[in-house]
Protein backbone atom coordinates (compact mmCIF):
# COMPACT_ATOMS: atom_id res chain seq x y z
CA UNK A 1 0.00 0.00 0.00
CA UNK A 2 1.41 3.57 -1.10
CA UNK A 3 1.28 5.87 1.50
CA UNK A 4 1.63 9.98 1.52
CA UNK A 5 5.15 11.55 1.44
CA UNK A 6 6.30 12.44 4.64
CA UNK A 7 5.27 16.13 5.34
CA UNK A 8 2.48 15.81 3.00
CA UNK A 9 -1.34 14.99 3.63
CA UNK A 10 -4.58 14.14 1.76
CA UNK A 11 -7.31 16.64 1.64
CA UNK A 12 -10.81 13.84 2.19
CA UNK A 13 -14.17 15.20 1.94
CA UNK A 14 -14.44 14.32 5.80
CA UNK A 15 -11.33 15.63 7.05
CA UNK A 16 -8.68 13.58 8.19
CA UNK A 17 -5.69 13.11 10.76
CA UNK A 18 -2.10 13.31 9.37
CA UNK A 19 0.70 12.59 11.89
CA UNK A 20 -1.61 13.43 15.02
CA UNK A 21 -2.80 16.69 13.67
CA UNK A 22 -6.12 17.33 12.27
CA UNK A 23 -6.39 18.52 8.21
CA UNK A 24 -9.77 19.73 8.04
CA UNK A 25 -12.30 18.98 5.36
CA UNK A 26 -12.64 19.73 1.64
CA UNK A 27 -15.44 21.98 1.86
CA UNK A 28 -12.91 24.00 5.18
CA UNK A 29 -10.28 24.31 3.12
CA UNK A 30 -12.52 25.72 -0.08
CA UNK A 31 -14.24 27.95 2.71
CA UNK A 32 -11.07 29.37 3.98
CA UNK A 33 -9.81 30.08 0.66
CA UNK A 34 -13.83 31.96 -0.66
CA UNK A 35 -12.73 34.02 2.74
CA UNK A 36 -9.61 34.84 1.78
CA UNK A 37 -10.47 35.98 -1.95
CA UNK A 38 -13.54 38.04 -0.25
CA UNK A 39 -10.97 40.14 1.89
CA UNK A 40 -8.61 40.16 -1.30
CA UNK A 41 -11.17 41.43 -3.06
CA UNK A 42 -11.93 44.55 -1.06
CA UNK A 43 -8.25 45.33 -0.71
CA UNK A 44 -8.37 45.32 -4.48
CA UNK A 45 -6.31 42.75 -4.76
CA UNK A 46 -5.79 40.47 -8.05
CA UNK A 47 -5.02 36.90 -8.69
CA UNK A 48 -2.41 35.63 -10.12
CA UNK A 49 -1.64 31.96 -10.65
CA UNK A 50 2.23 31.23 -11.09
CA UNK A 51 3.67 27.69 -12.55
CA UNK A 52 4.42 24.52 -9.43
CA UNK A 53 7.79 24.45 -10.77
CA UNK A 54 9.90 27.53 -11.50
CA UNK A 55 14.09 28.00 -12.44
CA UNK A 56 16.33 27.16 -10.08
CA UNK A 57 18.15 30.19 -10.35
CA UNK A 58 15.03 32.30 -10.00
CA UNK A 59 14.47 30.76 -6.73
CA UNK A 60 18.13 30.82 -5.48
CA UNK A 61 18.73 34.56 -6.41
CA UNK A 62 15.37 35.40 -5.09
CA UNK A 63 14.95 33.93 -2.15
CA UNK A 64 18.75 34.48 -0.93
CA UNK A 65 21.90 31.97 -1.12
CA UNK A 66 22.38 32.12 2.35
CA UNK A 67 18.70 30.79 3.79
CA UNK A 68 17.36 27.63 4.67
CA UNK A 69 15.35 27.59 2.48
CA UNK A 70 18.15 27.62 -0.67
CA UNK A 71 20.52 25.83 1.13
CA UNK A 72 19.05 22.89 2.22
CA UNK A 73 15.08 22.44 1.75
CA UNK A 74 14.55 22.80 -1.85
CA UNK A 75 12.79 20.04 -4.13
CA UNK A 76 14.31 20.04 -7.48
CA UNK A 77 13.30 17.90 -10.34
CA UNK A 78 15.74 17.64 -13.35
CA UNK A 79 14.98 17.14 -16.77
CA UNK A 80 16.51 17.65 -19.79
CA UNK A 81 19.69 19.41 -18.05
CA UNK A 82 17.58 21.77 -16.54
CA UNK A 83 16.84 22.24 -12.53
CA UNK A 84 13.66 22.93 -11.76
CA UNK A 85 12.29 23.67 -8.15
CA UNK A 86 9.04 22.98 -6.74
CA UNK A 87 8.26 26.70 -5.31
CA UNK A 88 9.08 27.01 -1.67
CA UNK A 89 7.44 30.72 -1.89
CA UNK A 90 5.52 32.53 -4.37
CA UNK A 91 7.19 36.07 -4.01
CA UNK A 92 9.89 35.20 -6.19
CA UNK A 93 8.08 33.79 -9.13
CA UNK A 94 5.26 36.58 -8.74
CA UNK A 95 8.11 39.05 -9.07
CA UNK A 96 9.12 36.82 -12.17
CA UNK A 97 5.79 37.30 -13.87
CA UNK A 98 5.69 40.91 -13.34
CA UNK A 99 8.59 41.54 -15.35
CA UNK A 100 8.39 39.02 -17.69
CA UNK A 101 4.62 40.22 -18.47
CA UNK A 102 5.63 43.94 -18.29
CA UNK A 103 2.74 44.14 -15.82
CA UNK A 104 4.25 47.72 -14.82
CA UNK A 105 2.45 48.84 -18.30
CA UNK A 106 -1.14 48.15 -16.66
CA UNK A 107 -0.50 51.63 -14.32
CA UNK A 108 0.13 52.17 -11.19
CA UNK A 109 1.06 49.95 -8.83
CA UNK A 110 0.00 46.17 -9.11
CA UNK A 111 -2.00 44.58 -6.26
CA UNK A 112 -1.65 40.97 -6.82
CA UNK A 113 -2.58 37.81 -4.68
CA UNK A 114 -2.28 33.86 -4.44
CA UNK A 115 -3.72 30.92 -2.97
CA UNK A 116 -1.77 27.32 -3.47
CA UNK A 117 0.76 24.74 -2.40
CA UNK A 118 4.45 25.44 -1.73
CA UNK A 119 7.38 22.89 -0.69
CA UNK A 120 9.81 23.02 1.89
CA UNK A 121 11.86 20.06 2.79
CA UNK A 122 11.84 21.17 6.39
CA UNK A 123 11.21 18.42 9.54
CA UNK A 124 7.66 17.47 9.55
CA UNK A 125 5.95 18.78 12.63
CA UNK A 126 2.52 20.49 14.07
CA UNK A 127 2.47 23.16 11.25
CA UNK A 128 4.94 22.35 9.66
CA UNK A 129 5.06 20.90 6.55
CA UNK A 130 6.63 19.48 2.99
CA UNK A 131 3.79 20.35 1.41
CA UNK A 132 1.55 23.71 2.56
CA UNK A 133 -0.76 26.08 1.27
CA UNK A 134 0.17 29.72 1.43
CA UNK A 135 -1.82 32.97 0.61
CA UNK A 136 -0.28 36.33 0.24
CA UNK A 137 -0.31 39.36 -1.57
CA UNK A 138 2.37 41.12 -3.07
CA UNK A 139 2.03 45.00 -3.70
CA UNK A 140 4.40 45.75 -6.78
CA UNK A 141 5.93 49.69 -7.67
CA UNK A 142 5.19 51.43 -4.86
CA UNK A 143 7.63 52.62 -2.46
CA UNK A 144 4.58 54.64 -0.31
CA UNK A 145 3.98 54.09 3.37
CA UNK A 146 0.81 53.49 2.66
CA UNK A 147 1.48 50.61 0.76
CA UNK A 148 3.42 48.43 3.75
CA UNK A 149 0.21 49.41 5.71
CA UNK A 150 -2.05 48.25 3.24
CA UNK A 151 -0.61 44.84 3.34
CA UNK A 152 -0.49 44.94 6.63
CA UNK A 153 -4.35 45.98 6.82
CA UNK A 154 -5.10 43.21 4.44
CA UNK A 155 -3.60 40.75 6.69
CA UNK A 156 -5.16 41.65 9.78
CA UNK A 157 -8.57 42.00 7.68
CA UNK A 158 -8.29 38.31 6.96
CA UNK A 159 -7.76 37.01 10.63
CA UNK A 160 -10.24 39.32 11.88
CA UNK A 161 -12.85 37.95 9.11
CA UNK A 162 -11.92 34.25 10.64
CA UNK A 163 -12.89 35.75 14.07
CA UNK A 164 -8.86 35.03 14.88
CA UNK A 165 -7.93 36.45 18.11
CA UNK A 166 -4.77 36.12 20.44
CA UNK A 167 -2.87 37.34 17.78
CA UNK A 168 0.33 39.98 17.67
CA UNK A 169 1.68 41.79 14.85
CA UNK A 170 5.67 42.33 15.54
CA UNK A 171 6.92 44.90 13.23
CA UNK A 172 10.74 46.66 12.60
CA UNK A 173 12.79 48.13 10.19
CA UNK A 174 15.74 46.51 8.57
CA UNK A 175 16.58 49.64 6.64
CA UNK A 176 17.76 49.77 2.92
CA UNK A 177 20.74 47.94 1.70
CA UNK A 178 23.31 50.57 1.99
CA UNK A 179 22.38 51.02 5.86
CA UNK A 180 22.76 47.21 6.61
CA UNK A 181 26.65 46.54 6.21
CA UNK A 182 26.94 49.20 8.76
CA UNK A 183 25.00 47.13 11.34
CA UNK A 184 26.32 43.64 10.05
CA UNK A 185 29.75 44.84 11.32
CA UNK A 186 28.33 46.54 14.21
CA UNK A 187 26.59 42.82 14.98
CA UNK A 188 30.11 41.12 14.25
CA UNK A 189 31.72 43.16 16.30
CA UNK A 190 29.48 42.68 19.12
CA UNK A 191 29.57 38.74 18.60
CA UNK A 192 33.15 38.43 17.91
CA UNK A 193 34.17 38.34 21.35
CA UNK A 194 31.42 35.52 22.60
CA UNK A 195 32.63 33.42 19.50
CA UNK A 196 32.81 30.63 22.24
CA UNK A 197 29.49 30.47 23.22
CA UNK A 198 27.99 30.64 19.60
CA UNK A 199 26.71 27.47 18.14
CA UNK A 200 28.71 26.16 14.70
CA UNK A 201 25.40 27.70 12.46
CA UNK A 202 25.37 31.38 14.23
CA UNK A 203 29.50 31.19 14.18
CA UNK A 204 29.06 30.33 10.09
CA UNK A 205 26.26 32.73 9.73
CA UNK A 206 29.31 35.29 11.81
CA UNK A 207 30.80 35.51 8.63
CA UNK A 208 27.89 34.83 6.09
CA UNK A 209 24.55 36.77 7.04
CA UNK A 210 24.98 37.94 11.14
CA UNK A 211 21.37 39.17 11.19
CA UNK A 212 20.62 35.86 10.94
CA UNK A 213 21.97 35.36 14.55
CA UNK A 214 18.98 36.92 15.89
CA UNK A 215 16.33 34.28 14.70
CA UNK A 216 18.46 32.22 17.01
CA UNK A 217 16.57 29.54 19.08
CA UNK A 218 19.75 28.46 21.33
CA UNK A 219 19.07 30.00 25.02
CA UNK A 220 22.51 30.54 25.59
CA UNK A 221 22.38 32.75 22.52
CA UNK A 222 18.92 34.15 23.11
CA UNK A 223 20.69 35.14 26.46
CA UNK A 224 23.31 37.42 24.20
CA UNK A 225 21.04 39.41 22.48
CA UNK A 226 19.99 41.41 25.27
CA UNK A 227 22.83 44.20 24.57
CA UNK A 228 23.04 43.64 20.94
CA UNK A 229 22.93 46.41 18.87
CA UNK A 230 19.88 47.33 17.36
CA UNK A 231 18.82 48.06 13.77
CA UNK A 232 16.58 51.20 14.68
CA UNK A 233 20.36 52.97 15.45
CA UNK A 234 21.72 51.93 11.96
CA UNK A 235 18.78 53.24 9.89
CA UNK A 236 19.49 56.21 6.80
CA UNK A 237 17.28 59.08 7.14
CA UNK A 238 14.97 58.03 4.39
CA UNK A 239 14.32 54.70 6.01
CA UNK A 240 14.16 56.20 9.29
CA UNK A 241 11.05 58.34 8.34
CA UNK A 242 9.51 55.48 6.15
CA UNK A 243 9.48 53.73 9.42
CA UNK A 244 8.01 56.65 11.30
CA UNK A 245 4.78 56.27 8.43
CA UNK A 246 4.31 52.95 8.95
CA UNK A 247 3.92 53.17 12.37
CA UNK A 248 1.93 56.24 12.71
CA UNK A 249 -0.67 55.34 10.08
CA UNK A 250 -0.90 51.71 11.83
CA UNK A 251 -1.77 53.72 14.99
CA UNK A 252 -3.75 56.01 12.43
CA UNK A 253 -6.37 52.61 11.64
CA UNK A 254 -6.28 51.44 15.36
CA UNK A 255 -4.04 48.32 13.69
CA UNK A 256 -2.61 47.05 17.11
CA UNK A 257 1.66 46.58 16.38
CA UNK A 258 4.52 45.89 18.70
CA UNK A 259 8.26 47.00 17.55
CA UNK A 260 10.67 43.61 17.93
CA UNK A 261 14.15 45.11 17.27
CA UNK A 262 14.66 41.15 17.01
CA UNK A 263 12.78 41.03 13.81
CA UNK A 264 14.43 40.05 10.97
CA UNK A 265 13.89 38.15 7.95
CA UNK A 266 15.65 34.87 6.69
CA UNK A 267 15.09 35.64 3.38
CA UNK A 268 17.80 38.42 1.57
CA UNK A 269 15.64 40.84 -0.59
CA UNK A 270 13.75 42.64 2.77
CA UNK A 271 14.51 46.42 2.76
CA UNK A 272 12.95 48.66 5.75
CA UNK A 273 9.46 47.23 6.74
CA UNK A 274 9.16 43.38 8.19
CA UNK A 275 6.33 42.33 10.02
CA UNK A 276 5.02 38.95 11.68
CA UNK A 277 1.99 38.56 12.62
CA UNK A 278 2.03 35.56 15.67
CA UNK A 279 -0.10 33.82 17.40
CA UNK A 280 -0.74 31.88 21.25
CA UNK A 281 -2.14 28.97 19.02
CA UNK A 282 1.61 28.21 17.48
CA UNK A 283 3.61 28.27 20.01
CA UNK A 284 7.16 26.89 18.05
CA UNK A 285 5.52 26.55 14.66
CA UNK A 286 6.17 30.55 14.26
CA UNK A 287 3.90 33.06 12.49
CA UNK A 288 0.53 32.83 10.76
CA UNK A 289 2.34 34.61 8.26
CA UNK A 290 5.25 37.65 7.95
CA UNK A 291 6.17 39.66 5.13
CA UNK A 292 7.48 42.87 4.73
CA UNK A 293 8.99 45.00 1.88
CA UNK A 294 11.22 43.72 -0.67
CA UNK A 295 12.66 46.94 -2.48
CA UNK A 296 15.71 44.63 -3.84
CA UNK A 297 13.92 41.80 -5.33
CA UNK A 298 13.69 42.81 -8.90
CA UNK A 299 17.06 43.72 -9.38
CA UNK A 300 17.85 40.06 -7.53
CA UNK A 301 16.15 38.29 -9.99
CA UNK A 302 17.60 40.43 -12.98
CA UNK A 303 15.42 43.84 -13.58
CA UNK A 304 17.54 46.39 -15.07
CA UNK A 305 15.69 49.35 -12.38
CA UNK A 306 14.21 48.41 -9.08
CA UNK A 307 10.68 47.26 -8.53
CA UNK A 308 10.08 48.96 -4.87
CA UNK A 309 7.25 46.26 -3.54
CA UNK A 310 5.69 44.87 0.07
CA UNK A 311 3.36 41.56 0.62
CA UNK A 312 3.62 38.88 2.45
CA UNK A 313 2.79 35.35 2.74
CA UNK A 314 0.46 33.32 5.25
CA UNK A 315 -0.24 29.69 5.71
CA UNK A 316 -3.53 27.96 5.18
CA UNK A 317 -2.65 25.16 7.95
CA UNK A 318 -1.21 27.40 10.45
CA UNK A 319 -5.05 29.25 10.43
CA UNK A 320 -6.48 26.02 11.25
CA UNK A 321 -4.70 25.44 14.24
CA UNK A 322 -5.49 29.06 15.58
CA UNK A 323 -9.19 28.38 14.40
CA UNK A 324 -9.38 24.81 15.87
CA UNK A 325 -7.06 26.70 19.36
CA UNK A 326 -10.36 28.97 19.74
CA UNK A 327 -13.02 26.00 18.92
CA UNK A 328 -14.00 27.52 15.62
CA UNK A 329 -15.71 24.72 13.85
CA UNK A 330 -14.45 25.08 10.14
CA UNK A 331 -17.77 25.30 7.45
CA UNK A 332 -18.89 21.89 6.32
CA UNK A 333 -20.27 20.32 3.46
CA UNK A 334 -23.20 21.51 1.51
CA UNK A 335 -25.78 18.01 1.27
CA UNK A 336 -27.40 17.19 -1.34
CA UNK A 337 -30.67 18.66 -1.77
CA UNK A 338 -32.60 15.35 -2.41
CA UNK A 339 -31.89 11.75 -2.02
CA UNK A 340 -33.62 9.11 -4.33
CA UNK A 341 -34.29 5.54 -2.72
CA UNK A 342 -35.76 3.31 -5.80
CA UNK A 343 -36.53 -0.43 -5.42
CA UNK A 344 -36.74 -2.57 -8.04
CA UNK A 345 -34.85 -2.25 -11.60
CA UNK A 346 -38.28 -0.02 -13.18
CA UNK A 347 -38.03 2.04 -9.86
CA UNK A 348 -33.94 2.53 -10.39
CA UNK A 349 -34.24 3.48 -14.15
CA UNK A 350 -36.87 5.91 -13.27
CA UNK A 351 -34.73 7.47 -10.58
CA UNK A 352 -31.73 7.96 -12.67
CA UNK A 353 -34.06 9.87 -15.14
CA UNK A 354 -35.45 12.06 -12.31
CA UNK A 355 -31.87 12.72 -10.78
CA UNK A 356 -30.83 13.73 -14.28
CA UNK A 357 -33.56 16.06 -14.35
CA UNK A 358 -33.46 17.58 -10.99
CA UNK A 359 -29.29 18.11 -11.77
CA UNK A 360 -30.48 19.86 -15.22
CA UNK A 361 -32.93 22.18 -13.15
CA UNK A 362 -29.60 23.31 -10.84
CA UNK A 363 -30.41 20.49 -7.66
CA UNK A 364 -27.96 18.52 -6.47
CA UNK A 365 -28.80 14.77 -5.92
CA UNK A 366 -27.52 11.51 -4.60
CA UNK A 367 -28.93 7.86 -5.21
CA UNK A 368 -27.68 4.36 -3.50
CA UNK A 369 -25.69 2.62 -5.87
CA UNK A 370 -25.61 -0.38 -3.43
CA UNK A 371 -28.52 -0.13 -1.29
CA UNK A 372 -30.94 -3.16 -2.63
CA UNK A 373 -33.09 -3.11 0.71
CA UNK A 374 -35.78 -0.23 1.19
CA UNK A 375 -34.13 -0.23 4.99
CA UNK A 376 -30.45 -0.28 3.64
CA UNK A 377 -31.42 3.08 0.99
CA UNK A 378 -33.71 5.09 3.87
CA UNK A 379 -29.68 4.65 6.26
CA UNK A 380 -27.91 6.14 3.02
CA UNK A 381 -30.29 8.57 2.47
CA UNK A 382 -30.13 9.56 6.30
CA UNK A 383 -26.39 9.57 6.10
CA UNK A 384 -26.28 11.77 2.86
CA UNK A 385 -27.95 14.78 4.78
CA UNK A 386 -30.32 15.56 2.08
CA UNK A 387 -33.73 17.15 2.98
CA UNK A 388 -35.90 15.39 1.17
CA UNK A 389 -35.87 11.93 0.31
CA UNK A 390 -37.87 11.05 -3.34
CA UNK A 391 -38.94 7.03 -2.65
CA UNK A 392 -39.45 5.02 -5.85
CA UNK A 393 -41.41 1.75 -5.52
CA UNK A 394 -43.44 0.12 -7.21
CA UNK A 395 -46.69 0.97 -6.63
CA UNK A 396 -45.28 4.60 -7.58
CA UNK A 397 -44.19 3.40 -10.92
CA UNK A 398 -47.41 2.08 -11.77
CA UNK A 399 -49.03 4.91 -10.59
CA UNK A 400 -46.19 7.07 -12.12
CA UNK A 401 -45.79 9.17 -8.67
CA UNK A 402 -42.89 9.46 -6.23
CA UNK A 403 -43.33 9.80 -2.46
CA UNK A 404 -41.33 12.76 -1.14
CA UNK A 405 -40.56 12.56 2.25
CA UNK A 406 -39.43 15.98 4.78
CA UNK A 407 -36.51 14.25 6.30
CA UNK A 408 -36.64 16.27 9.18
CA UNK A 409 -40.78 16.40 9.55
CA UNK A 410 -40.49 13.18 8.29
CA UNK A 411 -43.94 14.19 6.44
CA UNK A 412 -44.81 12.59 2.93
CA UNK A 413 -46.27 13.48 -0.51
CA UNK A 414 -47.04 11.99 -3.18
CA UNK A 415 -46.42 14.04 -6.32
CA UNK A 416 -47.09 13.14 -9.94
CA UNK A 417 -43.69 12.29 -11.21
CA UNK A 418 -43.81 15.13 -13.93
CA UNK A 419 -44.15 17.61 -11.19
CA UNK A 420 -41.08 16.58 -9.23
CA UNK A 421 -38.52 18.60 -10.68
CA UNK A 422 -41.47 22.03 -10.09
CA UNK A 423 -42.57 21.09 -7.15
CA UNK A 424 -38.98 20.74 -5.59
CA UNK A 425 -37.55 24.17 -6.79
CA UNK A 426 -40.72 25.50 -5.67
CA UNK A 427 -40.13 24.04 -2.17
CA UNK A 428 -36.06 24.30 -2.03
CA UNK A 429 -36.53 28.23 -2.90
CA UNK A 430 -39.21 28.82 -0.53
CA UNK A 431 -37.21 27.12 2.82
CA UNK A 432 -33.14 26.68 1.07
CA UNK A 433 -32.70 25.43 4.56
CA UNK A 434 -34.75 21.96 4.17
CA UNK A 435 -32.01 21.04 2.06
CA UNK A 436 -28.79 22.85 2.80
CA UNK A 437 -26.68 22.45 5.63
CA UNK A 438 -25.44 25.51 6.78
CA UNK A 439 -22.24 26.94 6.71
CA UNK A 440 -20.71 27.29 10.52
P1 LIG B 1 7.90 32.35 5.14
O1 LIG B 1 7.88 32.43 3.64
O2 LIG B 1 8.88 31.36 5.68
O3 LIG B 1 7.94 33.68 5.81
O4 LIG B 1 6.49 31.73 5.55
C1 LIG B 1 5.31 32.47 5.48
C2 LIG B 1 4.21 31.67 6.14
O5 LIG B 1 4.02 30.46 5.44
C3 LIG B 1 4.50 31.24 7.56
O6 LIG B 1 4.17 32.24 8.47
C4 LIG B 1 3.61 30.03 7.71
O7 LIG B 1 2.29 30.41 7.97
C5 LIG B 1 3.68 29.43 6.34
N1 LIG B 1 4.71 28.38 6.27
C6 LIG B 1 6.01 28.50 5.94
N2 LIG B 1 6.63 27.31 5.94
C7 LIG B 1 5.69 26.39 6.28
C8 LIG B 1 5.69 24.97 6.44
N3 LIG B 1 6.79 24.25 6.24
N4 LIG B 1 4.54 24.37 6.81
C9 LIG B 1 3.42 25.09 7.01
N5 LIG B 1 3.35 26.42 6.86
C10 LIG B 1 4.47 27.07 6.49
Redesign the pocket.
Known amino acids: MFQTIRGTFDILPDGADSAGSPVPSTAAWLHAETVVREIMARYAFEEIRTPILEPLDLIARGVGGTTDIVQKEMFTVERSKETYVLRP?VTAPVMRAYLQHALAQRGGAQRLFYVGPCF?A?RPQK???RQ?H?FGTELLGSADPRADVDVIANLRAIYDAFGVTGTRLRLNSIGDAEDRPRYRDALRDYFAPHADVLSETSRTRLESNPLRILDTKVPAEIALLADAPVMADFLGSEAADHHGDVKELLASLDIPFFEDPLLVR?LDYYTRTVFELESDALGAQ?????GGRYDGLAEAVGSKSPVPAVGY???F??LFIALAAQGIVPATADKPDAFIVALGEDAERVALSIAQSLRTNGRSVDFSLDGKSMKAQMKAADRSGAGLTLILGQDEITAGTVIVRDMKTREQTALQQADVPGALNARLQFDPAASKSGKA
Do not use: I, V
Not at 286 to 290: D, M, R, V, W
Open positions: EREGRYFQGGALGAAAGER
